[in-house]
């Protein structure tokens, strides 16, 4: 009897072609033991990613929607086609260097409380990027803002930035960037729809984050694992719409505040969306809508 993948390797891809390629090379390259599976959601890159995919990585099941569907939709397309009982959510803009899905996984199986894992994220040049953040408040993203983060880095202040995070230790890790996430498709059931996990309400930005907290109020909370790399190329597709996504992150932000800010706190939402906005305003040098699929 054939065994079906125990890992679905999801990869939502726009306008990435030449890093997809090298991501899936590298997993290709320094592939799991465990049966798996690789799914290409292509966002109508027409940049030649869907074609590339198919010339030289036929093993991968390549979906196109045909158009730009966002970032959380495009997941949970793959994640409605995977079989995994362990998904793997991962940007085309990474490469593997060695066994860390592997070691990844392996990990995820052993400590049965989580829900979630992620791992070291490195720069080109062998950095360690900061990668893991606490859950957003009002409080603590504006303290993040202004700097006082780093004046005040143990402190409610600092408990969204995570200045004082020890990327040298594995351990909890409230919510990780979404650039590598796994996670245990058990844990998933508990948060709705384990084929569409993420709220499509957030298509670029925050989606990960509102998962994960979703996931760690349900009592499936994420880790991170120092021991596991991956390199990361950080914003390869974002990067060429900035402007857009300053916008679409500002607003995410305050979609996150609307679903998540409970009781008395919801009365100071008007005047943290103005405050929220001008930033975005001052970010970006001007107006943008922000994502329109």
């Given at each position: 009897?054939t065994l079906g ?5 999801v990869i939502?891809?726009?306008k990435t072609?030449?890093?997809l390629?090298s991501?899936?090379?590298?997993i290709?390259q320094?592939p ?6 690789v799914?290409?959601?292509d966002?109508d ?10 010339s030289?990585f036929?093993?991968?099941k390549l979906?196109?929607?045909?158009s730009?569907i966002?970032?959380a939709?495009?997941n949970?397309?793959?994640?409605s ?10 940007n085309?803009?990474t490469v ?6 592997e070691?990844a996984?392996d990990?995820l199986?052993e400590?049965?409380?989580f ?10 040049n062998e ?5 893991v953040r606490g859950f ?5 993203v ?6 006082l983060?780093?004046l005040?880095?143990?402190?409610i ?9 020890d990327y040298?230790?594995t351990?909890p890790?409230p919510?990780?960037?979404g650039?590598?996430?796994?996670f ?6 508990t ?6 996990p993420?709220?499509e309400?957030?298509p670029?930005?925050?989606?990960e ?6 996931m760690?109020k349900?009592g499936w909370?994420?880790m991170?694992?120092h021991?596991?790399?991956?390199v990361?190329l ?5 990067r060429q719409?900035r402007?857009?996504m300053i916008?679409e992150s500002?607003?995410s932000?305050?979609r996150y505040?609307d679903?998540h800010v409970?009781?008395?706190?919801r ?10 906005l001008?930033?975005a305003?001052?970010k970006?040098?001007g107006?943008?809508p922000g994502?329109?699929?």
């Open positions: 009897m993948p125990m890992l679905s390797i939502v891809n726009w072609c030449e890093p390629r991501c899936l090379a590298s290709e320094n799991p033991h465990t049966p798996y599976e799914i290409v959601v966002n890159s027409n940049d030649g990613s869907a074609e590339m995919v198919s030289y036929s093993w991968v979906i196109c929607p045909g730009n966002g970032y939709c495009g949970n397309l793959g994640i086609n995977a079989s995994g009982q362990f998904v793997l959510t991962l085309p803009d593997f260097e060695d066994a860390s899905i070691s996984l990990s199986r400590n049965k409380s829900g979630a894992l992620s791992i070291k994220l490195l720069s080109k950095e360690t990027q900061s990668s957003p408040t009002i409080v603590n504006f303290a993040a803002w202004v700097k983060d780093k005040f880095p143990a402190s202040l600092g408990s969204y930035s995570l200045p004082c995070f040298q230790s351990g890790a919510q990780p960037m650039t590598f996430l796994l245990r498709r058990e844990a998933l059931e948060v709705g729809d384990p084929g569409r993420f709220d309400r957030f670029i930005f925050f989606n984050v509102d998962l994960l907290y979703r760690s349900a909370p994420c991170y694992l021991s596991a790399h991956v990361h950080h914003g390869a597709s974002t719409v402007k857009s916008w500002h607003k932000l305050l505040f679903k409970k009781g008395g706190l009365l100071a939402l008007p005047f943290v969306s103005a405050v929220v001008v930033h305003l001052i970006a040098r107006y943008d994502f329109r699929p």
